[in-house]
């Protein structure tokens, strides 16, 4: 079964470009997370959907930040423009609503690093 | 106040040890708990779900204490391969947000 899957997997690009990170939902899961870690900061929510709206944005660091997710198996998050301070690891992760106690499942995560 | 805290060790044990993490919460009305594991440069993984009863699998035991508000996980007989870093999760099940702890890091040393 194919899971969350992530793109980029790697990103180098240089201060003051765009960056676009990309996720697929796991088939089935209407709901999804965008998280952050850091080795300072640790995992960290910056936004999730359920069934494609925006529910809680509140972890969005900034206007630089922002997230769609246009339909049910494609979300993106983009940084514009990009920092140095937003090198970290980008984890999507994605869940079911529609049964009591499902987990979230991650994806492999976009290693960011911006110069 | 956090809506999870965990103990974030480190803990070093021996192989063989018995170890246990506990793991608090702020919201009583939380329905759904679960423990993942994330080994280093990667990305979390559901571990196992905890039941009000209590379950296990295999070497691990989860329970879940509603009345003192947390979690634990045990695990028995530790193996090299349990060294990571564990983190308790909980979900209120109001808008289906998830509450990450900080995480325990564990190395089983041999």
């Known amino acids: 079964d194919a899971g969350v899957i992530q793109s980029p997997r790697h990103e180098v690009t240089e201060m003051g470009q765009e960056v676009t990170l990309r996720c697929k939902p796991i088939?089935?899961?209407?709901?999804l997370f965008w998280y952050r870690q850091t080795m300072m900061r640790g995992l960290e929510l910056l936004i999730y959907f359920n069934n494609n709206v925006p529910i809680d944005d509140s972890g969005m660091p900034e206007d630089r930040f922002s997230a769609k997710m246009p339909n049910a198996s494609f979300s993106t998050l983009k940084i514009q423009p990009s920092e140095p301070r937003d090198s970290a690891v980008y984890f999507c992760?994605?869940?079911?609503?529609?049964?009591?106690?499902?987990?979230?499942?991650f994806g492999d995560g976009t290693r960011l690093s911006i110069l | 106040r956090k809506e999870v805290e965990q103990d974030p060790g480190p803990f070093n044990v021996p192989e063989g040890a018995t170890v246990a993490f506990n793991c608090t919460y702020s919201n009583s009305a939380s329905q759904s708990f679960f423990w993942y594991r994330q080994d280093c440069r990667k990305e979390p993984k559901l571990l196992m779900s905890?039941?009000?009863s209590g379950n296990e699998d295999g070497r691990f035991t989860a329970q879940l204490n509603r009345a003192s508000q947390y979690i634990s996980l045990l695990i028995r007989d530790s193996k090299l391969s349990d060294s990571a870093t564990y983190l308790c999760?909980?979900?209120?099940?109001?808008?289906?947000?998830?509450?990450f702890g900080t995480g325990t890091s564990l190395t089983v040393i041999p």
């Open positions: 992760a994605s869940s079911s609503t529609w049964y009591s106690n499902q987990p979230q499942h």
């Open positions: 905890v039941y009000s």
């Open positions: 088939s089935g899961h209407n709901s």
């Open positions: 999760v909980v979900n209120p099940n109001t808008g289906n947000q998830f509450y």
